[in-house]
């Protein structure tokens, strides 16, 4: 009876804890907004081996984005190109998985606690359509 009892109680935590990754896994990310440098970018080489962590994505940023209430946090993504220099992105992180999604927004979509960060871009062209 004892073993039934202690097999129940197992099982029910295995299940607990995979609800658990789960939701972290799927739940909807954290909005970070940064501006494109491309001095922090990386080429990245496949090593050949039998796991590809990359995602076969050649180049690599590391930038510092700000949640929208201003608090700053480096973010690291891939990118099968270089982005446009000095363009800014909104960028979806999501717990474990990182970057899921990401736009190229205008300064003034900033949100004003980010805005703070950066310096209004001179007149010029806007958004980049590729």
Known sequence: MKR????????GAVIVAGLCLASQLFSSGTYYYTQVDNSRIERVHSSGGVIDLTGGLEYSYTLVAYKENGAAEDVSFGMSRELREGAFLCLEVAPVRGVVDWCEVRYDELPEAVRRN???PEAGPSLAVE
Do not use: D, M, Q, S
């Open 118 to 120: 950066y310096e209004p």
């Open 4 to 11: 039934k009892i202690l097999a129940a109680a197992a099982l």
